[in-house]
Each structure stands twice: as C-alpha cells, then as structure tokens.
C-alpha cells in the first residue's frame, strides 16, 4: 500500500499574529479569557463536578470574550496604554452594568472579589486594571501558592523563579549532545540552548519581501496562511491549543481564523493540556492522535509542522 504524500501544515501551540496579542501590544485581552477560565476551573475542581460540559461552558464564556473585547473597545482601552486615559472606565464603574461586568470577571477568574460599594482600585484588580495580560493573571490568581507556569496554567512556580516561557538564560546541554554523540552517533555543531536564550531578541520578523500582498505582514502569519490556501486548494491546517496555555491562548487563534474568514477551512482543536499539546501533559491524549490521523488520511494528505510560537517580544514598555 502506498504512502500517502502529506500536504499540510500543523500548527501547535502558535500565535497567528503577534499584534493581537495583549501580552506584548496595547490590546483587548479578551482572546486570553477562556484561558484564565479554564485554568481557574481546573484549580477550583469544576471540571470535576457532574454535569460540567466543557463545550456549553467555553460556548459562554466566548460570548463574554465578545462583550469583553466591545468593552475594551468603547470603554476602557485608554486604561492600558503608554500614557493611561481612565476617564471613560471610571465612568463606566459608575453605571449599575458596572457590578455585572467585575462580578463576572470575578466569576471566571477567581481573581478579585465580588463588588461592594464603594470599592476602588485598591481593592479589586479588575477595577485596576480590566485589561489584565496572562503574566499579571499567572501572578494574581493565588499568590499564596505562588505564579502560574506560563507555558501550563495547571502548574505552580515559586513566585521568586523565573518562568521557563521567559527565561532568557543560555544553558548548554551536555548530556543531550553526550547522548546524541555517544547513543545515536550524531554531533551537533550548533550550540545547544534552555528555553528561549538570547533567540527572542534576535528573532527575524519581515516577511518574505518577494511575496506582495496587500494586508500588514509584520508579526502575522494570517496573510501568508490566507494566501497559501490560495495556492493550493487542497492544503490541509489543523491547529492545536491546549486549554491551559497562557503563553499562545486558544481564543485568540479562534478570533484570529474567524476575522480571516478562515473558519471554514481551518479548524482550531482544543485540548485538556498546556503548551505543545505533549503526550504527557494532555488529557486524552488519544484525541490529540485521532485528529492528527483524520488530517493524515484526507486525500492527497508534505506536512509543515510550525511548533510552540516564541513569546512575543514587548512592544509594550
């Protein structure tokens, strides 16, 4: 029996565009929410509750990712950039829709409490800040037990440690090049390095320069995507997310693809796992193979594998 010729991409674990997301740029971080929801969920032993459907919850919490983004939009964008503009939010607090909106974020998140009148910044962080990135939710969501892992919501980090998503350290691993030297009889001539090291700061943004298209290209690969399925209406995309990743949250990928009318073509699959989606660390890992196999044998299925997207470099100060 013949082969079969892949002819796809698999994009694991990435950010399609850099510029939305709220890490590194001044914008909505609502792409994170079901996120920081999923992970609160699984601290909080929901997900173990009977008659907790993951699906119908996710369906909710979009809708308020949807609300939320509107919001930042019309109301409370000024909060997060450069030179801060709080008129328009503390406006807002003022309206009874106020309290609806912090006692959901509350709700989903677990961070802050419910609000009281007369509460102000000191004393819920929504009300600091509505626009809270996934560093500031890995540090505020319990700081007894220490900070969220970056790369695995579901994991703790002594508050002192320095996360492994952001540790630009250079560590040489030796017992990788002995294994490979003295195991498979393979040397490298590269120079091995942990984690993400000095690669961040010296990572190549342009595009192809060769390739006109009319959309911004810089920090996205949506455009280059769009195109490629121009090219080649047979290529097959699957992305994968793990539910628990702050590094590259799966809503975003799901805005991302929906802005491009793109939904129809790329499905955007979601697990119980962090960032990578690795065997060990996913939920069921059996559907990560089932779809990865169902992608493998559409006809004619060169596979391009695009895995674990570097942190964004800061745009922000």
Not at 51 to 77: E, H, I, K, P
């Amino acid at each position: 029996m013949p082969a079969n010729a892949l002819n796809g991409i698999i994009l694991n674990s990435p950010i399609l565009d850099e510029k939305t997301d709220c890490y590194g740029f001044y914008v909505s971080c609502g792409g994170a929410l079901p996120t920081y929801t999923m992970v609160k969920a699984f601290h909080d032993k929901s997900l173990e509750s009977p008659g907790f459907g993951v699906t119908a919850f996710l369906t909710n919490v979009r809708a308020f990712a949807a609300t939320f983004n509107d919001l930042y939009t019309s109301v409370f964008s000024g909060v997060v950039q450069k030179t801060p503009d709080r008129s328009k939010w503390t406006a807002y607090l003022q309206k009874p829709e106020a309290a609806d909106f912090l006692n959901k974020l509350y709700q989903l998140t677990g961070i802050g409490k419910t609000l009281q009148p007369g509460d102000s910044a000191a004393d819920n962080p929504w009300i600091a800040n509505p626009n809270m990135d996934s560093s500031e939710f890995a540090e505020k969501f319990a700081p007894a037990q220490g900070k969220l892992e970056i790369g695995d919501g579901r994991k703790f980090l002594p508050r002192q440690t320095v996360d492994p998503a952001l540790d630009r350290t250079d560590i040489n691993y030796e017992y990788v090049k002995r294994y490979q030297a003295d195991f498979i009889g393979y040397k490298a001539q590269s120079t091995y390095v942990g984690y993400n090291g000095k690669i961040i700061d010296v990572w190549d943004y342009e595009p192809k320069s060769g390739l006109s298209l009319s959309e911004d290209r810089w920090r996205t690969t949506i455009p280059d995507l769009a195109y490629s399925m121009t090219l080649n209406k047979e290529l097959k995309v699957l992305i994968q997310h793990g539910y628990y990743d702050l590094n590259t949250p799966f809503h975003q990928s799901e805005i991302n693809i929906k802005n491009a009318g793109l939904s129809a073509s790329i499905p955007v699959k979601t697990y119980g796992g962090g960032h990578g989606v690795g065997p060990y660390s996913t939920d069921d890992y059996d559907k990560v193979l089932g779809e990865l196999k169902a992608l493998y044998d559409q006809p004619p299925a060169n596979i391009i594998a695009a895995f674990n997207s570097p942190v964004p470099e800061e745009v922000k100060p």
